[in-house]
């Protein structure tokens, strides 16, 4: 893509239909949360604006975070970053490696002082002088504050990024630390998760070409549109959350039936993600729908808050009334009786909380 060809000439280029390219924009602005009236800005700042320089640090990390995105199902997707975007450094990608690639990454800092997004993934080390990851002969956090200094924003992409994740778990040796304990005086952009929803960053930055500035965010540095839910909220097992019918072991009846996961460790109702609502593979499933309970992976150092299988904190269930340990195999037997009986028991909670209210 050459610097003067905007992102609908280089689709167009690349054979990507005029109404997928609208599709495409209709998503971003509706996963943005935007109001209708603001979608032609998209698509406006798509035809006509010209690329957007990107550098992509790997830090200490596992690489998880680019394999979301290179997994991630929409074309437009991940070619907003890899392609559309002039992506210029990226160690894991690039052809370039050793003094060349460190050639093209200072090229693109002269070249366009303040203009250029920085995303990093993974943490900064500094335990001892940060020797424990070094790149090109500098360590991480050298490189880190370096190439900081000219971007427009930093863009946190990934729990280690934004709270150090597994690295940065008890006793975090490396004495690992997020992307904004070092960096301080530019405006950054936490995307947590282990991985992050690819849709997420490629959000960010459509909102960056098209306002000129970074989407609003939560009073966690994360943005709105994507974490102000909890992902118990938009949960597919909620309804049995509400009923009182929860998985007790891996294996039992409730596993098979979809039940909710609640008991067997599922933070849903403490991590603020967007998973339930975009899901993943483009609309496929999410740990929860695929059995699987959630382990927060989206909130500060999730590796410690409690063992990944066991819930400790309380939540109440304001549907059934009760503190969900309590609710035992009673309620279980009774919703095991099949579809009919659970439809007539939440009908019944229901008109108990009618009732309740009026
Ligand atoms: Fe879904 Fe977990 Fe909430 Fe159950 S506890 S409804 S599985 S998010
Ligand atoms: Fe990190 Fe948790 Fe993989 Fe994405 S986010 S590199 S571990
Ligand atoms: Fe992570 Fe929970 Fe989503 S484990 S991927 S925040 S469902």
Redesign the pocket.
């Known amino acids: 893509m050459s610097k003067t060809e905007s992102y609908y000439q280089w689709a167009r280029r690349k054979g990507i239909s005029r109404r997928d390219f609208l599709k495409f924009c209709t998503l971003m602005g509706a996963m943005l949360g935007l109001d209708a009236a603001e979608f032609p800005k998209i698509v406006q700042a798509l035809q006509s604006k010209p690329r957007l320089p990107v550098i992509y640090l790997n830090l200490q990390e596992c690489t998880c975070c680019a394999e979301s995105f290179l997994r991630s199902a929409h074309p437009l997707v991940s070619d907003l970053i890899f392609n559309m975007i002039s992506l210029d450094y990226m160690e894991v990608l690039q052809a370039a490696a050793g003094h060349q690639a460190e050639a093209v990454r200072l090229k693109t800092m002269k070249d366009h002082p303040g203009a250029y997004i920085l995303v990093v993934e993974g943490s900064a080390t500094l335990g001892d002088g940060g020797v424990y990851c070094t790149i090109g002969g500098v360590t991480s956090t050298e490189l880190l504050k370096e190439t900081a200094k000219g971007a427009a924003a930093v863009i946190a992409y990934g729990s280690c990024a934004t709270n150090a994740c597994i690295q940065g778990a008890y006793p975090n040796p490396t004495q690992a630390v997020p992307i904004r304990s070092v960096v301080k005086d530019k405006p950054i952009i936490d995307v947590p ?2 991985p992050p929803i690819a849709e997420v960053i490629t959000g960010t930055i459509v909102h960056y070409l098209t306002f000129g500035k970074i989407p609003e965010l939560t009073n966690q540095g994360r943005p709105k549109a994507f974490y102000q839910h909890r ?1 118990h909220d938009n949960c597919v097992r909620r309804a049995f959350f509400d009923a009182g019918q929860f998985v007790e072991s891996f294996d039992d009846a409730g596993a098979k039936q979809g039940w909710c996961l609640y008991k067997v460790g599922c ?2 109702p403490t ?1 603020y ?1 967007a ?1 339930a609502i975009t899901e993943w593979n483009d609309g496929v499933s ?3 729908k695929s059995g699987h309970p ?5 909130e500060n150092n999730f590796f410690d808050n409690t063992p990944l299988y066991t819930h400790l904190a309380k939540i109440p269930n304001n549907a059934i009334g009760k503190d969900v340990d309590k609710v035992g195999m009673g309620v279980l037997g009774v919703a095991a009786l099949g579809v009919v009986a659970h439809a007539g028991m939440t009908a019944m909670v229901k008109h108990q909380e009618y009732q309740h209210k009026k």
Not at 294 to 298: A, E, F, K, L
């Open positions: 998760g282990c992902v933070k849903g991590t993600n998973c999410y740990p929860i959630c382990i927060g992976c989206s």
